[in-house]
């Protein structure tokens, strides 16, 4: 193999994490844009979209993809209930940014200790979910978890366009991303969007959870490196643009497959803490314009 | 117009009649502190070191407090600078064979030029950026004394620390730890009363009332943050040290984001912003686990739902009780 | 007869809004000067443009003979010029006293070590600031509810509170933004009294203000924007007949009567 190829195939591998951290970034953005909370809790729900499909494949032999559908519900559910309970008595006080963040990393804490009690710390995994040798295109080889992430990724895309195009619901989200005072005076009741937000959120993130476990281990702790990631990518998108933000995802999924090949494996998340201080400090605003 | 006159009167005297047994309250919790300390000084037996351990959050915690509850600032990542401080003490005492005062001296001095370097640019965000940009600062600490093995030995970590002590009189027995401890928690708890009720400490709690109204007044909002930063730091980074020399033993878990969330925990159950809080939480919240041995396994997640519930119903910590007391319930 | 501040020519473009408009005006030392206009006509930009709160697009302000021109809202208070806010901004942590305390911190001095260590100047330098916060309290009368917190103070309180507060800060030139909004007419009063008494300690003042009754009780010059150009500059008598102020009032919202000085309040918020 030569050098080229094998560069080649390493960019290909960062931008199948890319599509995850891009997804990962939307869920931020999406709720965000309906409430003006950056939700720390994000990192769990992927980690909980790719443990709860684990258990249920594993423990009770259910089929990969019912247990997958299982497990995205599963997580939606335990986003409203975390709206219910955690976000919406602090957001009706109108608590500080402050507060809602620390509470917000705090449910991220108790589902990892929770998960933890559960299924124990060892790290477990998914198979493949189509289990063939990878796609050759000349010297790059492509698996076909790689061609599921970028596939589901794309699909969910343009169901999002669609979605913020074209429902009630979408174009409400989108109003309140503009001026929520405004929306709340048209009678969309902003209460609610937060509550779809947050369903919505945990749904991206319980998928990119499900695509992502195969190519590596889950366990209880995975949660705030993604967490993380989708963050730097929703900043280095412009915070508040779902699709800057899954752009952002692929960037840094490039930046880090770089990183790994000029420093070694073990900089991985250095590398993503350094884009995102470098970026903080720098360009808050992002590379495709304006944060809000 | 008389009878009004009279109304306000009797109110303004009621409210100094309130405020001077609020402020009788205040001390309560601290009295209740050093009485638990006294306690278990003379009492002796295990929880004699579980104290001691909490006696090093609690400078760790009134750090936190200078800088989030007085100065309004937000920072995720003081572990970071504890961190520092804890190896810069391990590597030099135990590799280069230094005293533990110079060594602790060196940290502290080395954690201060971090947290100035970091601090300056960090501090021009606001709300969510700066809470992430710290947050990251703590977890790029983690990642390299993980990764830095020749130096802090990553997930082994470092052993055979020395105890604390001077001039080759060392702090050997866990009473000895402990009265030690008491004394550096009581100096940083006065230290912070002081800064408090000085005109620093009045610069600091401005910024966080209203950052436009201390500009108008002529205060420079940007350097007092940088100034609040860097004494949190140094609180951080002395308790970072004190931990190493007290346990004998530094590994990367020790200041991992377990203390993030311990920290935060300690500082709502004592009540952030105010003086004797974060001692006050950080023993109860040090002796918790000992009462409920089972409940060991799941400390952090616990210490996750009190802080929610803390959040949630009781923003202001055990300081919300002088309120209950007074028959007054704001905020 | 000196100008204390000079604003000459000053601009201040929001995109293709125009929000102050080459507008240029003196405020003489000694006296009570206020800048009228009807709602948006840029009153409040022209004085954050000169507390620095943002900077102008173009023009000149001239504090004291300084070009203070751009200056950080900390450097211009360091100069003398120290404002007050439409919507009152007051240390709602701190006790009413230490409000005033806060004050004072542009002519002390004490860092980390003062704080710690308290040296004998540091005491003393503590004991002045406290006399000076207790005579500030006296003079707006509210050496009653020094210990309360400053929360829990009723509106016009606050208002008199922000002014001892922003007055332990020694300014040459104190700037009112809209003293009396939410004021009743007992309060307002109370507040004309208060303006006075400080234009007698010899402070100067400039102040936004809706409230006419004020303007007219208080003011020894006036100044009148409309659409963020300057439309009349005078003493108060000859604003009252300009035939330009009568027309941007009667073109505008509000009615004649409240520039003519009729007692009735103008409720009006920017």
Same mark, same amino acid.
């Given at each position: 193999m030569n050098e080229i190829s094998y560069i080649i195939q390493v960019l290909v591998s960062g931008l199948g994490l890319g599509c995850i951290y891009g997804l990962i970034g939307i869920g931020y953005c999406v709720i965000y844009n309906a409430s003006g909370i950056v939700n720390f809790a994000q990192g769990a729900f992927v980690m909980l979209g790719g443990m709860i499909t684990q258990l249920l494949l594993w423990n009770?032999?259910?089929p990969l993809l019912l247990s997958g559908a299982i497990a995205v519900a599963c997580v939606v559910a335990i986003a409203i209930v975390i709206e219910r309970i955690v976000v919406r008595p602090l957001w009706d006080r109108n608590a500080s940014t402050f507060v809602m963040i620390l509470a917000t990393l705090a449910v991220q804490i108790v589902l990892e200790g929770a998960t933890l009690l559960i299924a124990g710390d060892q790290p477990k995994t998914l198979p493949v979910f189509t289990d063939l040798p990878p796609l050759r295109i000349g010297t790059v080889a492509i698996s076909y978890q790689l061609i599921w992430i970028a596939a589901a990724s794309a699909v969910i895309i343009f169901g999002l366009a669609a979605f913020f195009g074209h429902t009630r619901v979408g174009k409400a989200m989108r109003a309140c991303a503009i001026n929520r005072e405004a929306a709340a005076l048209q009678g969309i009741r902003v209460s609610t969007m937060l509550m779809m937000a947050f369903a919505l959120s945990a749904a991206l993130g319980a998928i990119a959870g499900i695509l992502v476990t195969p190519t590596q281990v889950t366990a209880f702790n995975v949660g705030l490196p993604f967490a993380i990631a989708g963050f730097i990518a929703a900043i280095v998108g412009g915070f508040g643009r779902p699709f800057g933000a899954f752009l952002g995802g692929l960037a840094l999924g490039v930046t880090q497959a770089g990183a790994v090949v000029v420093?070694?494996?073990?900089?991985k998340s250095g590398a993503a803490l350094a884009v995102l201080l470098i970026f903080l400090f720098v360009?808050?605003?992002?590379?495709l314009g304006t944060a809000k | 117009m008389r009878l009004h006159a009279t109304i306000l009167q009797l109110k303004a005297m009621t409210a100094q009649q309130s405020g001077s047994r609020r402020r009788l309250l205040a001390w309560l919790p601290g009295v209740i502190g050093v009485a638990i300390v006294l306690y278990t000084f003379i009492g002796g037996g295990y929880l004699v070191s579980v104290v001691s351990f909490g006696l090093i959050y609690a400078l760790f915690v009134t750090g936190l407090n200078l800088f989030m509850?007085?100065?309004?600032q937000v920072s995720f990542g003081q572990n970071a600078f504890a961190a520092i401080s804890g190896y810069m003490s391990a590597v030099l005492t135990?590799?280069?064979?230094?005293g533990v005062a110079p060594a602790l001296a060196c940290g502290i001095a080395a954690t201060l030029v971090v947290a100035l370097v970091v601090g300056y640019p960090a501090l021009r965000l606001k709300g969510h950026y700066l809470a992430m940009a710290t947050l990251a600062i703590g977890l790029i600490a983690y990642e390299v004394a993980v990764q830095?093995?020749?130096?802090?030995?990553?997930?082994?970590g470092i052993s055979g620390i020395p105890p604390l002590g001077v001039f080759g009189y060392e702090i050997t027995s866990d009473r000895g730890n402990l009265a030690f401890l008491a004394l550096v928690a009581g100096l940083g708890v006065g230290a912070a009363a002081l800064i408090r009720h000085s005109r620093l400490g009045r610069a600091m709690t401005a910024v966080a009332g209203s950052e436009d109204a201390a500009r108008a007044l002529g205060i420079d909002v940007a350097r007092y943050k940088l100034l609040a930063f860097l004494i949190a730091a140094a609180y951080a980074g002395l308790a970072g040290s004190l931990f190493v020399h007290v346990v004998g033993f530094v590994s990367p878990e020790v200041y991992g984001l377990h203390m993030v969330n311990l920290a935060f925990t300690m500082l709502y159950v004592g009540g952030?912003?105010?003086?004797?809080g974060p001692l006050v939480g950080a023993i109860i919240i040090i002796l918790l686990p000992e009462t409920f041995?089972?409940?060991?396994?799941y400390q952090d997640m616990a210490y996750g739902a009190v802080l929610i519930l803390l959040l949630i119903?009781?923003?202001?910590?055990?300081?919300s009780l002088s309120d209950l007391w007074s028959g007054r319930a704001r905020g | 007869m000196t100008g204390l501040l000079l604003v000459n020519s000053l601009c201040k473009r929001f995109g293709g809004l125009v929000? $102050?408009?080459s507008v240029s005006f003196e405020v003489i030392a000694g006296r009570v000067t206020a800048v009228i206009g009807p709602n948006g006509a840029g009153k409040t930009t022209l004085f954050n443009l000169i507390s620095g709160t943002i900077p102008p697009t173009s023009g000149q302000i001239l504090f004291a003979g300084q070009? &203070?021109? +751009?200056?950080?809202p900390e450097k211009v208070a360091a100069q003398g010029l120290v404002r007050t806010f439409q919507l009152v901004q007051l240390f709602?942590? @701190?006790?009413v006293e230490e409000n005033v305390k806060v004050g004072c911190h542009l002519h002390t001095r004490g860092g980390v070590l003062a704080a710690l260590f308290r040296p004998r100047w540091a005491r003393e330098e503590e004991r002045a600031v406290e006399a000076n916060a207790r005579e500030l309290l006296e003079f707006v009368g509210l050496a009653d509810v020094a =210990?309360?917190? !400053?929360?829990? @103070?009723p509106y016009g309180q606050q208002r008199l509170l922000e002014i001892a507060r922003a007055l332990a800060a020694r300014p040459k030139l104190l700037l009112l933004d =809209?003293? !009396? !909004? +939410? @004021?009743n007419r007992e309060e307002t009063q109370q507040l004309s009294s208060v303006i006075r008494r400080i234009s007698e300690r010899g402070t100067t003042v400039l102040l936004i203000e809706h409230d006419m009754t004020l303007v007219m009780n208080t003011a020894d010059a006036i100044v009148v924007l409309d659409f963020g150009c300057k439309i009349a500059e005078g003493a108060p008598e000859d604003i009252r007949t300009n035939p330009a102020v009568i027309e941007a009032y009667l073109g505008? $919202? =509000? +009615? &004649?009567s409240s520039v003519t000085g009729d007692n009735r309040k103008v409720v009006a918020d920017e």
């Open positions: 009770h032999g259910v420093f070694g494996s073990g900089f360009r808050p605003q992002g590379i | 509850g007085y100065t309004g135990t590799t280069y064979g230094w830095w093995q020749s130096v802090t030995q990553g997930y082994m952030i912003g105010t003086i004797a041995r089972s409940f060991r396994d119903y009781a923003p202001r910590g055990l300081a | 929000a $102050v408009d070009n &203070i021109t +751009g200056h950080a709602q942590n @701190l006790s =210990e309360a917190s !400053a929360a829990t @103070l =809209e003293p !009396a !909004a +939410g @004021l505008g $919202v =509000e +009615g &004649i």
